[in-house]
C-alpha cells in the first residue's frame, strides 16, 4: 500500500492499514512529514514539523503493534494544536510571548502517547486562540487548502489546514466560543465540541474543551473517547441510528445588528432538516430566545483572556488587539464570574427543553471562510466585535456547556463545502454523535446519487 495515499485518508482507514501490514508506521509518518511539509510550503498549516520525532515514535508504535498491541490511533499519524503541554516543549498559544517549556506533559498529550499516535507537528493558531481566523505576528497568515484567498477559520486554523489539506487524517483542536467548529466550517470538516468537563480543558472560565478536526463523524467519535470521558462509547454511537427526535430549526441571528444569512448556508441548513426529515424526524421552525446569555458569556471569555494574557513571560509582545482586548478584560472583576458560569449552566439546561426540542439545527455562522486579512489592522475591540456578529452561532453553546457539532451538509457554496450545526440537550454527547453520523451518511448518499 502507497503510504503517500493513505496520508490523507481516514484515520480509521490507516489503523486498518496498519493492523493488516500494508504499511509501517515508520512508512507512514514519513509519508505524513513530506505531505505535511509540501501543504505548509503552500499554506502555512505548521508552526514546527518534528521529523525525527515522529520517526521515533512510529517505531515505538511497530514495535507495540509486532509485541501484539493494537489501538485505534496506534501508529497513526496526528497533528496537535500549539496550546497542548509537552514536556520540554514551549507551548506558543500563538504568540511571541510565551517562551517557557512546559514542565511536564499535559492529560491530552498524555492520553496520545498511551495511544500510541504519532504527532508529526505542531499546528498555527492566532494569539492566545483567541480569533476566528489564524493570522498573527508569532506565525503569519494560514490560509485555506480549498481556496488559499480565505482563512481557515480559529482559533483551531492550523488543525483545519493540515486535515483539510490532505497532510494528516486527524489534528487536535480545541473550542472555546467556536474555535473547533469555525474551522470546520470554514474547510468542510467534521468539529464536535463535546459538553462542557468531558474532556480536558476549562480555560476562559470553563468555557473551553478538547477535541478534533477530521473528515469523518466516527473518527471524531474514536479521538473523543480516547481523551474524554464519556457514559457511553461515542465510536458505537456514530454506528447507530438515533430514535425520531424532535428537531428544530433556527436561522436568525442571536447577534444584532444582525448580518444577512448566506443563502448557501441558509440552503444547507434546510437541505439538513429536509434529509432528516427523511429519515423519520419531526423537524420544524423554531426561535431561541437568549435573553441575557450573551452578556454572561462575553463577562467569561474577557475575564479568562485576561487571565491568559497575564500568564506569558513578556506581555510587552502581546499584539496591539490582544492587549486591547487583555485590558478591557481585566474590567471584569472576579466575583462576576460564578454567577455568569451559574446563568450559562441553568440556561442550557432549558434552553432546548423550552422549544420542546431534542436537537436543533442552525447555520455555523453567517457566511463562508473570510478572505485572509479581513480583519486586518482593526483593534482589539473592533475586531470582536464584527467576529461575534460574523461567528454569531457558536459562543452561546460554549456558555451552556451543550454538546455541539458542525458537519458537511453536501451543496456547494461558491466552492467551499457548506455545513450546519448541530446542538443536543445537556448529557448527550452520543446523541450528538448518532444524530452528526446519520446526517453525514445521508448527505453521502444524496452525493453518490
Known amino acids: 500500500m502507497d503510504p503517500a495515499a493513505l496520508v490523507a485518508d481516514t484515520p480509521r482507514a490507516q489503523a486498518a492499514a496498519l493492523l493488516e501490514g500494508g504499511v509501517s508506521a515508520v512508512d507512514l509518518a514519513a509519508a505524513a512529514v513530506a505531505a505535511s511539509r509540501a501543504l505548509d510550503a503552500e499554506v502555512n498549516a505548521f508552526l514546527g514539523i518534528d521529523a525525527e520525532g515522529a520517526h521515533a515514535t512510529a517505531q515505538e508504535a511497530d514495535r507495540r503493534r509486532a509485541a501484539g498491541e493494537d489501538g485505534p490511533l496506534l501508529g497513526v499519524p496526528i497533528a496537535l494544536k500549539d496550546d497542548l503541554d509537552a514536556a520540554g516543549h514551549v507551548t506558543s498559544w500563538g504568540t511571541r510571548s510565551r517562551r517557557t517549556p512546559a514542565r511536564a506533559d499535559g492529560p491530552v498529550v498524555t492520553a496520545l502517547r498511551r495511544a500510541g499516535a504519532v504527532p508529526i507537528g505542531r499546528t498555527t493558531l492566532p494569539e492566545l486562540a483567541l480569533y476566528g481566523f489564524t493570522e498573527s505576528a508569532f506565525s503569519g497568515i494560514t490560509r485555506n487548502p480549498l481556496d488559499p ?64 478536526l477530521t473528515r469523518r463523524v466516527a473518527d471524531s467519535a474514536l479521538y473523543l473517547d480516547l481523551v474524554g470521558d464519556f457514559p457511553s462509547p461515542l465510536a458505537t454511537a456514530a454506528e447507530q441510528d438515533p430514535p425520531p427526535l424532535r428537531i428544530g430549526v433556527d436561522l436568525a441571528s442571536p447577534v444584532t445588528p444582525a448580518l444577512p444569512l448566506d443563502p448557501d448556508l441558509e440552503a444547507a441548513v434546510r437541505r439538513s432538516g429536509e434529509l432528516l426529515a427523511g429519515l423519520g424526524h419531526d423537524v420544524r421552525d423554531v426561535r431561541v430566545r437568549y435573553g441575557t446569555a450573551p452578556a ?37 472583576p472576579d466575583a462576576a464570574i460564578g454567577p455568569a458560569r451559574r446563568q450559562g449552566e441553568a440556561w442550557g439546561r432549558r434552553v432546548l427543553a423550552d422549544l420542546d426540542v431534542d436537537v436543533l439545527l442552525t447555520p455555523p455562522a453567517r457566511g463562508p471562510a473570510v478572505p485572509v486579512g479581513h480583519w486586518a489592522g482593526r483593534r482589539g475591540l473592533p475586531t470582536m466585535l464584527a467576529q461575534a456578529r460574523h461567528y454569531a452561532h457558536t459562543p452561546a453553546w460554549n456558555h451552556t456547556g451543550l454538546p455541539a457539532a458542525v458537519v458537511p451538509a453536501g451543496g456547494s457554496g461558491g466552492g467551499l463545502p457548506p455545513t450546519v450545526q448541530i446542538i443536543v440537550r445537556p448529557g448527550h454527547d452520543a446523541r450528538l454523535v448518532s444524530v452528526a453520523a446519520q446526517l453525514e451518511r445521508a448527505v453521502l448518499r444524496t452525493a453518490h446519487g
Not at 152 to 179: L, R, W
Not at 300 to 309: K, Q
Not at 312 to 320: F, N, R
Open 149 to 212: 484567498t480565505r482563512t481557515s477559520g480559529g482559533s483551531s486554523g492550523g488543525s483545519a489546514a493540515a486535515v483539510a489539506g490532505g497532510a494528516v487524517g486527524i489534528a487536535t483542536a480545541s473550542d472555546g466560543a467556536g474555535s473547533i467548529r469555525i474551522p470546520a466550517a470554514c474547510c468542510g470538516l467534521v468539529g464536535i465540541k463535546p459538553g462542557a468537563g468531558r474532556t480536558p480543558g476549562g480555560g476562559w472560565n470553563g468555557l473551553s474543551v478538547q477535541g478534533c
Open 296 to 332: 454572561g458569556f462575553v463577562a467569561r471569555m474577557l475575564h479568562g483572556l485576561a487571565t491568559a494574557a497575564a500568564d506569558v513571560d513578556d506581555p510587552a509582545l502581546l499584539e496591539t488587539r490582544t492587549a486591547d482586548v487583555a485590558r478591557i478584560g481585566r474590567l471584569v
